[in-house]
């Protein structure tokens, strides 16, 4: 008998698996992955996420990967131009884009070395019942065979396509249509800050990783069998004619890597918990990568549901409750971001927003506001300020 089961080892899972385990529980993690492995995933981490991997202890791990320190963002659309950073988010002023082969690996080693039992090439085909409460998992390898092991508290963070959600039947409740298809290369030669260019119906987003510079182009889900159609000439000419002078720098590098990309970038939200399971990340909850959070609120994610749980673990009737406060404050928690990756999702350019953009524009301070409110440390809300309305109607 396992204290937690939790089924997904990446972002989410290894983060979830760590933090119990520190609390004090007996957490058995599964993964039908082997590690270390990469996984679809531009990769980069706002400064809130780079500041729980320091609360975490792994960020110094992290780092000596060689990804850069990301402290200077540039977001280019029409006419106007921004540079600037995120405010900190505790001491973190960069944002890091580590290869995920990396990163996943670093955050299993980190949740091993806290005592969690990993079971890895592991398929898990279900929770095991006990009426409507989840009681264990299912699974099978090639070293164990077909397995039952318990536990109080099975967590699902197995992805977007979550087994554990479907065979719980954890239905969605905040579902909205696909927006955009991405695809993305890495290059070398091409050094760069962290870049965003957009125009009406294409975003173009530049990441340096470790060991190259990652270029992905957002189009819109209208297009998605254009552009898979033939999806290297669809990329360099989004580049192109989006921001023509990265074009111009990219090929004086070169293109190190075949073409990645998904046009499944589904959004939603589930039903988060029940009794005895939760889902966390990506499971949980989904949103377009163009705004580029879900690591960052897989993060956030796991500390709220182990912060959630607390000590309840061992009492049913409480760790129940706990688990429908979570799952509350996870709608709560990330719907702002949810709608602003819609509105950004469009891929539309309107008049409003460049109107904003311009103001903003106008004062350094305002942009690096700006970049926090993208990165998670301030709220659009708290964006909202006398010093923009001044800006707004200069
Ligand atoms: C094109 C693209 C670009 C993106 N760019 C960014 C970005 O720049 N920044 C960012 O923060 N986020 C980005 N994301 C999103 C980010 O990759 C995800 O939000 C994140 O990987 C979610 O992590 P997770 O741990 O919840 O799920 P996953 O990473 O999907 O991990 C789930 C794990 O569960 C395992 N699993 C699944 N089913 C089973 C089963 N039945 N049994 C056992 N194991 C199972 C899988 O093997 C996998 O290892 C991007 C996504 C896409 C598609």
Redesign the pocket.
Same mark, same amino acid.
């Given at each position: 008998m396992h204290d937690v089961i939790v089924?997904?080892?990446?972002?989410?899972?290894a983060a979830t698996a760590l933090q119990f385990a520190r609390a004090g529980y007996r957490v058995l993690m599964?993964?039908?992955?082997r590690f270390p492995s990469d996984?679809?995933?531009?990769?980069?981490?706002?400064q809130p996420?780079v500041d729980r991997l320091a609360h975490w202890g792994v960020l110094d791990t992290v780092v000596a990967t060689g990804c850069p320190a990301l402290d200077r963002a540039v977001y280019q659309v029409a006419d106007v131009r921004l540079a600037g950073c995120s405010l900190p988010a505790g001491d973190q002023r960069a944002a890091y884009?580590p290869r995920?082969h990396l990163l996943?690996k670093i955050l299993i080693d980190a949740a091993v070395a806290a005592g969690v039992e990993f079971r890895e090439g592991?398929?898990?085909?279900g929770p095991v019942l006990d009426g409507d409460r989840a009681v264990g998992v299912e699974?099978r390898s090639e070293r164990h065979g077909r397995t039952r092991e318990h536990a109080h508290l099975v967590v699902g963070?197995?992805?977007?396509?979550?087994?554990?959600a479907k065979r719980l039947g954890a239905p969605h409740v905040v579902e909205d249509p696909l927006r955009t298809c991405?695809y993305?290369s890495y290059w070398t030669g091409l050094p760069a800050d962290f870049e965003l260019y957009e125009r009406p119906g294409n975003w173009i #987003?530049v990441?340096p990783t470790n060991d190259a510079t990652l270029i %992905?182009s957002y189009s819109p889900q209208a297009d998605f069998d254009v552009v898979r159609a033939d999806p290297q000439a669809h990329y360099l000419e989004s580049i192109r004619t989006t921001a023509p002078a990265l074009y111009e720098r990219a090929m004086a590098g070169e293109q190190v890597d075949r073409m990645?990309?998904?046009g499944d970038?589904q959004n939603f939200f589930r039903q988060a918990s029940g009794p005895g399971w939760a889902l966390? #990340?990506?499971?949980a909850h989904?949103k377009d990568?163009i705004t %580029?959070?879900?690591?960052?609120?897989?993060f956030w994610q796991a500390e709220l549901l182990v912060t959630a749980v607390g000590d309840a673990l061992h009492d049913p009737a409480a760790l129940d409750k706990r688990l429908a406060v979570y799952a509350d404050d996870l709608v709560d928690g990330l719907f702002e971001c949810y709608r602003n990756t819609l509105m950004i999702g469009q891929l539309e350019v309107t008049d409003h927003r460049l109107t904003m953009l311009r103001a903003v524009a106008q004062s350094p301070t305002l942009t690096d506001r700006y970049f926090a409110t993208a990165s998670g440390v301030l709220s659009v809300e708290d964006f909202d300020d006398d010093e923009l309305d001044e800006a707004l109607s200069a």
């Open positions: 089924v997904g080892a990446r972002v989410a899972g599964v993964d039908r992955a996984k679809l995933s531009t990769l980069y981490i706002h996420g884009a995920r996943d592991a398929s898990v085909a699974f963070a197995d992805g977007m396509r979550s087994t554990v991405a993305y #987003g990441v %992905a990645h990309g998904s970038q966390v #990340g990506d499971a989904h990568s %580029a959070r879900g690591i960052n609120d897989a």
